[in-house]
């Protein structure tokens, strides 16, 4: 408890909690300028939130999560300051520590994005009925991606002092996944940081003769969810393998 307790008052004076915040933020605000709202669109507004957000999430949450991840391991990168922490608690200790305010950071962006997506319901009064099945599938596939990814830059992150090459790949993440979402479905597989849309249940199809779009599901793919939290365990056991061997 007193490592949790040390680890959140570095978030804090850190202002990680404010970047998360931040980041979910903006998710939403570009979300609904692609889907969910403006004229003729209350009648499938929480279906276009609904595709729209994981394209978003693609875009910004492997750079985003690699910032918090960086930022989360920034202290220790420093010059023997990870020496003297380690004086003072144990490997496992710190490992634990980090993981438990990382889980935090993700879980409240998950909370602001699907808050978000009622709010928004409610105050531009949308006509759909809410699927509460998407709504939720979305909020966990979403947090299990997240921290997926958050694990593979905290790797980086122990395994570089600089934090430049965390940072790098959480840019090059945010491209990838963009450009995998114009791709073959089997070519955004091997991209698990880009995970947002193949985990998506909402389809969308556009009609250039009429100008119509229209917004389809499609069945749960849960076998990937499964393939994502098997990701984040092993990407978590790197990181710890990484800081158990690491010198300092």
Known sequence: MRTLFAELKKSRHRHNTLVAVCISLFVLLWATQTGGTGEGRLERGYSGLFYAVPVMNTVVMPLGTAVLASRLWDLESKEKSCRMLLTLQSREELFLGKIVVALLQILLIGVIESAGILALGK??????????????????????????????????????????????????????????????????????????IPLSTIRMDWNREIRIVRYYSTPYPIWLLALTAAFGVLFAALAWEALKHKEV
């Open 123 to 196: 105050h531009s009064g949308y006509t759909e009925l809410l699927n509460w099945g998407q709504f939720w599938w979305l909020a966990i596939s979403t947090f299990a991606v997240n921290c997926m990814q958050f694990f593979l830059w905290l790797f980086l992150s122990i395994r570089f002092d600089n934090q430049v090459p965390t940072l790098a790949a959480g840019m090059v993440g945010s491209l990838s996944g963009l450009f995998a979402a114009f791709m073959p479905t089997m070519v955004s597989y091997f991209m698990p940081w880009g995970y947002y």
